[in-house]
């Protein structure tokens, strides 16, 4: 047998075989130079060379670690014998024989390890060639499937239809400024050269969409974020022509995005220039750009000037904030001054813009000058107290919910359910013009007459409805709906939150340094508590020390009519509406106690004077007749406090969108707005608001005069319905630039317009009339509360019982004059003695109602022995407490102690006083 024939030795069995074919052998053939000679390591034993590949395999499979013959891998069939043994092909690891390749080989089946989990480039090109080609199939499929929008199809807007309280219809709206479409030669070159500099620069080259911002509003959006603005004007009109699907959701945004790579392919760019401003919406209800046009300056969309263009292209970036006129409705960050400022600054940067992209002559952009914009009244509105309300329920709706804008509710379509009983807001509407009618003349008393307004509000207190209003005249001759804010300052219907404070929060120790703990404060008891009452009282620190303003002067309090009350406890102060005591009070309080009062009642923080001065208690704030109805409403419903509403819910195609939350909060404990009530009955009972009285029903509320006679105010409530009215004289024509609360001395023929007069006229015939048929209620008793406290510089505590009260004369009486200012709508009761009322309770150690103002004890100089015209007898006392026959004899407003004088007896004296 030949050599290269022989049978290898069996050296380790088919085991030991596969191990040898997974090993290399260290051994390579030998070079090709050499030519038949065997290994000399040969005759130790090692296997010898084969000669050809077929042999090479069997040895492998046999186990063999023998080369190929280095003559054979030289030539011939055996050419191929610098290859090795073992990589002849691929084996199973488990030693079954060769694997077959997979496919997709993954996990990799050679590696070990990591790398055996680490996927080929082969295998990564392949997956992404694979979702490319997915992903691209998609695309065309939904390229072809979307639609490019028609414009015309949006431009008849559906109307919004609001409804009455009882379901009836009040008024259809919403369509009344319609979207009319022009066409691209009627839009003048500047205006659109406005919108490319201040939108989308790159409009004209552009392929309509910006990558960057898609993948930007996406990722905000998944992130629940804002989306962003950023898209091009091609994406921006395919926004606006898809107004009926305005969610911000993925599926929506990549719609978007093939509308727009279609738009952008199919349509040119003049057309996609005038649909973009045809569909673009700019505000006070004009959607496209022949309607702003219209509404802004009056003319048609060719006819604007560059100016004009500049402006109208500023409220693309939002009309809320940019609308000169203002739209606090929306947003109270959206002020006129504010949006005044944020329009002008964006108008010179749009012109600057221009100027750098050369679209417009630096000349001509020097001269140009801030256009001059018509005032929100000059669109169409709704006439008579309809055209308030559709406004208030309007911005009350988009204030409250969370996904609709005023884009949105222009396009019409809604219906929207009112909390408006449309029999109370007729009543309220006679009513004031009863009282106008009777009253007001500007015929006969043109210096005094002219320019009356009157705002009135009333609201359901355990529900927070809005049930009626009265803005104005005519919403489409006065604009202003005075109901909501106007400017008018509040007076001292103030006072109720400065007492609540007092009750709920406490004076504060003047030994217990700035920084006060609750059990540092002394809550106190309307009854029992007693400050100075003095006209010019000087106002201190709760320290004692003189408060002073930034130019270090002091305050000096005056009160209505100059009237002097010496020592006064908090309920009379409120009857009398003294000013001395509640302004000293609120410096004990503290001012931002007092403010937080008044939050928690349900006025609205931005509408509350932000300065800590001493007039603060008596409401140098602006409040509106809707929060102050609504405060009030607070006490009636013994504390809880819910904010107004006007709209219950809203509907779209039939499916609710939107109804109102209930959340009541706790603004004051029962048992402080019940004692808060209980003084404001006894102000309507026999204080300054008996005018206000309502046959058959308890009322409580309170009077407002402000300094310099510029407003007045009544504002009260039953258990059921809280109401508010408010009067001030205010030229608010558009043509007036200067506008500025009047004077009212002289107005209707009174020498002094008080809310004891005019306002709680309205109050009482209006609530007489819309509570007629529903129950009589009254209000919980209120429990005991506080302690006794003398404040406010007042004198010691009166006498006990068996002491004597004090017989000092008074050195300054007040003069005939000054009765006379004061107000003469509470006349003084009848009666040997007075009613026990709460009036006693500061002294009820003393004997309360007897001879308190008898036949002997009065009369036209004071009486016998009792108080004569300068109460110079033996039981006289001041002269507020003798003297005429008002302020002494057969009435109710003697002193309260047997002797009808002492400067610590007698403290209702005279009629009503106000600030």
């Not at 390229?143 to 009836?168: F, I, T």
């Not at 100016?307 to 606090?328: C, E, N, V």
């Not at 919403?475 to 109901?483: L, Y």
């Not at 007075?834 to 500061?842: M, Y």
Request: overall charge positive.
């Amino acid at each position: 047998m030949s050599e290269h024939r022989r049978k290898p030795p069996q050296t380790g069995g088919r085991a030991a075989a596969r191990r040898d074919a997974q090993q290399p052998s260290g051994r390579r053939a030998a070079p090709t130079g050499d030519t038949g000679s065997v290994s000399p390591s040969a005759s130790h034993g090692e296997e010898r060379p084969y000669g050809g590949r077929a042999e090479a395999r069997r040895a492998a499979q046999r186990g063999g670690r023998r080369r190929v013959d280095p003559a054979a891998a030289g030539g011939g069939r055996g050419g191929r014998g610098g290859r090795r043994a073992g990589g002849a092909g691929h084996h199973d690891p488990g030693g079954g024989g060769p694997r077959k390749r997979r496919l997709i080989d993954y996990p990799r089946y050679d590696k070990d390890g990591w790398r055996r989990w680490t996927p080929s480039w082969k295998l990564v090109t392949g997956l992404a060639l694979a979702f490319f080609g997915t992903l691209m199939g998609a695309a065309t499929l939904a390229y072809a499937w979307v639609d490019v929008p028609d414009p015309r199809k949006q431009a008849e807007a559906e109307n919004n239809v609001y409804y009455w309280s009882d379901g009836s219809q009040m008024a259809a709206t919403g369509g009344e400024v319609n979207r009319q479409n022009v066409g691209i030669e009627q839009i003048p070159v500047h205006l659109q050269n406005a919108v490319k500099s201040a939108e989308n620069k790159t409009f004209d080259s552009d392929s309509g969409i910006d990558p960057k911002g898609i993948s930007r509003a996406l990722v905000n959006m998944a992130r629940g974020q804002q989306t962003q603005g950023g898209s091009t004007i091609t994406q921006q009109y395919v926004k606006n022509a898809r107004l009926g699907d305005q969610s911000q959701t993925i599926s929506r945004k990549f719609k978007e995005l093939f509308i727009s790579i279609k738009v952008g392919t199919e349509m040119k760019k003049p057309e996609i220039m005038a649909g973009y401003l045809n569909t673009s919406f700019y505000g006070r209800n004009s959607y496209g750009i022949q309607a702003a046009a219209r509404t802004y300056f009056g003319v048609d969309a060719k006819k604007l000037t560059v100016a004009q263009s500049a402006f109208l292209t500023t409220l693309l970036k939002g009309a809320t904030y940019y609308d000169p006129a203002g739209a606090t409705d929306f947003d109270e960050a959206a002020t006129a001054e504010a949006n005044t400022k944020r329009v002008t600054e964006r108008w010179n940067w749009v012109l600057d813009e221009m100027v750098k992209d050369g679209h417009l002559d630096k000349a001509e952009r020097d001269k140009t000058v801030f256009p001059k914009v018509l005032d929100p009244a000059k669109q169409a509105k709704l006439g008579g107290q309809v055209g308030y309300l559709v406004d208030l329920a309007k911005a009350n709706f988009l204030s409250n919910n969370k996904q609709l804008t005023a884009a949105d509710l222009s396009l019409g379509g809604y219906e929207i359910h009112t909390t408006f009983n449309k029999n109370q807001v007729k009543l309220l509407e006679e009513s004031v013009n009863k009282v106008y009618k009777k009253n007001i003349d500007p015929k006969k008393r043109p210096d005094k007459d002219t320019h009356v307004q009157f705002g009135g509000a009333s609201i359901e207190p355990k529900t927070g409805k809005i049930v009626a209003i009265y803005g104005g005249s005519d919403a489409t001759k006065h604009f202003t709906n005075n109901a909501d804010n106007t400017g008018a300052q509040v007076g001292s219907t103030f006072k109720p939150f400065v007492l609540a404070s007092a009750m709920e929060v406490g004076v504060r120790d003047p030994e217990g340094g700035r920084v006060q703990t609750a059990s540092q404060r002394t809550k106190i008891d309307p009854d029992k508590t007693v400050y100075n009452g003095k006209n010019k009282l000087k106002i201190k620190n709760y320290d004692g020390s003189i408060w002073r303003n930034e130019e270090g002067k002091e305050w000096l309090q005056v009160n209505d009519g100059d009237t002097d009350y010496k020592n006064i406890n908090l309920r009379e102060a409120m009857i009398d509406s003294a000013n001395s005591p509640f302004v000293q009070l609120g410096m004990d309080i503290g001012v931002s106690e007092v403010r937080k009062a008044a939050v928690k009642a349900g006025l609205l923080e931005s509408s509350l004077n932000k300065s800590d001065v001493p007039s603060f208690s008596i409401g140098i704030s602006t409040p509106s007749a809707i929060r102050m109805a609504s405060s009030y409403g607070t006490f009636a419903a013994e504390g809880q406090q819910r904010d107004p509403y006007s709209v219950e819910y809203v509907k779209k195609g039939g499916r609710e969108i939107y109804r109102h939350e209930d959340k009541p909060t706790d603004g004051f404990s029962p048992a402080v707005a019940n004692n808060v009530t209980d003084v404001l009955v006894d102000v309507v009972e026999k204080g300054t608001g008996t005018n206000a009285k309502v046959p058959g029903r308890q009322v409580a509320g309170k009077t407002g005069t402000t300094d310099g006679n510029k407003s007045a105010w009544f504002v009260g409530y039953t258990p059921q319905l809280s109401t508010a009215i408010d009067m001030y004289r205010l030229d608010d024509d558009e043509k007036n630039t200067k506008r500025a609360f009047l004077e009212m001395f002289g107005t209707g023929g009174q020498d002094k317009i008080h809310g004891s007069s005019f306002p709680s006229d309205i109050f009482a015939d209006y609530m007489g009339k819309a509570l007629k048929g529903t129950k009589v209620l009254k209000f919980p008793e209120p429990e005991p509360i506080g302690e006794a406290y003398w404040g406010g510089g007042a004198s010691s505590p009166p006498p006990s019982k068996s002491e004597e009260p004090s017989n000092t004369p008074s050195t300054n009486p007040p003069s005939t004059n000054q009765q006379t200012q004061k107000e003469s709508k509470s006349p003084p009761a009848t009666g040997n003695s007075p009613d026990p009322s709460n009036s006693c309770k500061p002294w009820d150690n003393w004997s309360c109602g007897t001879n308190n103002g008898g036949n002997n004890n009065g009369g036209t100089d004071g009486g016998n022995n009792n108080g004569g015209t300068d109460g110079s007898a033996d039981n006289g006392g001041s002269a507020n407490n003798g003297g005429t026959a008002n302020n002494g004899g057969n009435s109710n407003n003697g002193g309260n102690s047997n002797n009808n004088g002492g400067n610590s007896n007698g403290l209702v004296i005279g009629g009503p006083q106000e600030e």
